[in-house]
């Protein structure tokens, strides 16, 4: 079973796989080196990538590997963000990227998902969400 965590952003980007360029840019200076694999882009408003932290030992992940996806574009993630927020109550609407990291495996990379967290709210103020505890998920994030 697969577990979801997505970020509602306001970024400016034009393109998902810049927006991913960036993101991982940012990562990539501000903790271990990475291994993985482009999944996209999928037209110009949504890119995803797998990846995982690379082990001092080797070339392969320390964990299994989490799949990261950024959708840009207020019409591309309009339903993500009218079911997370129907009356906006999180200051939501007008969000024009959505991040989401998705987990599957026994082994999860928790380090890299804290190190995302940061680097999405660092880059463009993200809110977090997930299904389970929907906006109440905040309380989990990573300290600044």
């Known amino acids: 079973?697969?577990?979801?965590?997505?970020?509602?952003?306001r970024s400016g980007e034009e393109r998902g796989d810049e927006a991913l360029d960036r993101l991982l840019d940012r990562l990539l200076e501000t903790g271990e080196g990475?291994?993985?694999e482009?999944?996209?882009p999928y037209g110009d408003s949504v890119a995803a990538f797998r990846l995982g932290t690379r082990s001092s030992v080797g070339d392969g992940?320390?964990?299994d590997l989490l799949?990261?996806?950024?959708?840009?574009?207020?019409?591309?993630?309009?339903?993500?963000?009218?079911?997370a927020s129907p009356d906006d109550a999180e200051g939501i609407w007008g969000c024009?990227?959505?991040?989401?990291?998705?987990?599957?495996?026994?082994?999860?990379?928790?380090?890299?998902?804290?190190?995302i967290w940061a680097a999405v709210v660092?880059?463009?103020?993200?809110?977090?969400?997930?299904?389970?505890?929907?906006?109440?998920?905040?309380?989990?994030?990573?300290?600044?």
């Open 1 to 9: 079973m697969a577990y979801q965590l997505s970020f509602f952003c």
């Open 34 to 36: 990475l291994t993985g």
């Open 38 to 40: 482009w999944q996209g």
């Open 61 to 63: 992940p320390v964990a």
């Open 67 to 83: 799949t990261l996806e950024v959708h840009v574009g207020v019409a591309e993630i309009a339903d993500s963000v009218t079911a």
């Open 96 to 115: 024009d990227l959505l991040a989401v990291v998705t987990l599957s495996g026994s082994d999860t990379d928790w380090p890299l998902v804290n190190r």
């Open 122 to 144: 660092g880059l463009w103020g993200a809110v977090a969400w997930d299904e389970s505890s929907g906006f109440g998920i905040a309380v989990s994030a990573p300290p600044r």
